[in-house]
T-cell receptor, first 114, second 113 residues
């Protein structure tokens, strides 16, 4: 089945630790995205990548880092510099051939800082 | 900055009734809009989209209406079912960067028997 996978589903982190969230897609999509969702709020863009080996900051990039070494993979690292990392993290991908293409989302990773 | 918002944070409807979820957008240059459904603890699922050259688009039990004059988007769900209970988000493309979407805060739809 084609789709987007995120792992782990739940992640617990101690303060001061870096953690990496995985996002993999087999849809052959060019663009990939990371969003953060807090309770009762909408999605806020952290980082996005339009092609391999390139990525841009979104609206709330501070305290996060990404890499895009392969088309299928777009891991997100939540660093110790992120002061309030507890949230639901969503990865998405999109085919870039044409303007009007929706983003497809993964199942999400819930990160809790202990 | 430009933003997408929703009129009602929570909508409660009886099973079998029709539901209407509204969304206001502020960027008149946006030309593509999407509705997503998000169930608790899951990622958003695409429901339906519409381009700005259309006023209405229908899917299975869902209809999206676009009023560009007042910059308003609505999602109509016919014969609402318990499985429709979720948070619904509208999103618009960022006209300055079509690779990006701008999301509203969402409306929670509750269906009761």
């Amino acid at each position: 089945d084609g789709g987007i996978t995120q792992s782990p589903k739940y992640l617990f982190r101690k303060e001061g630790q870096n953690v990496t969230l995985s996002c993999e897609q087999n849809l052959n999509h060019d663009a990939m995205y990371w969003y953060r969702q807090d309770p009762g709020q909408g999605l806020r863009l952290i980082y996005y990548s339009q092609i391999v080996n390139d990525f841009q900051k979104g609206d709330i990039a501070e305290g996060y880092s990404v890499s895009r070494e392969k088309k299928e993979s777009f891991p997100l690292t939540v660093t110790s510099a992120q002061k309030n990392p507890t949230a639901f993290y969503l990865c998405a991908s999109r085919l870039r051939t044409g303007i009007y293409n929706e983003q497809f989302f993964g199942p999400g990773t819930r990160l809790t800082v202990l | 900055g430009e933003s997408v918002g929703l009129h009602l944070p929570t909508l409660s409807v009886q099973e079998g009734d029709n539901s209407i979820i509204n969304c206001a957008y502020s960027n008149s240059a946006s030309d593509y809009f999407i509705w997503y459904k998000q169930e608790s603890g899951k990622g958003p699922q695409f429901i339906i989209d519409i381009r700005s050259n259309m006023d209405k688009r229908q899917g299975q039990r869902v209809t999206v209406l676009l009023n560009k004059t007042v910059k308003h988007l609505s999602l109509q769900i016919a014969a609402t079912q318990p499985g429709d209970s979720a948070v619904y988000f509208c999103a618009e493309n960022d006209a300055a960067n079509t690779d990006k979407l701008i999301f509203g805060t969402g409306t929670r739809l509750q269906v009761f028997p």
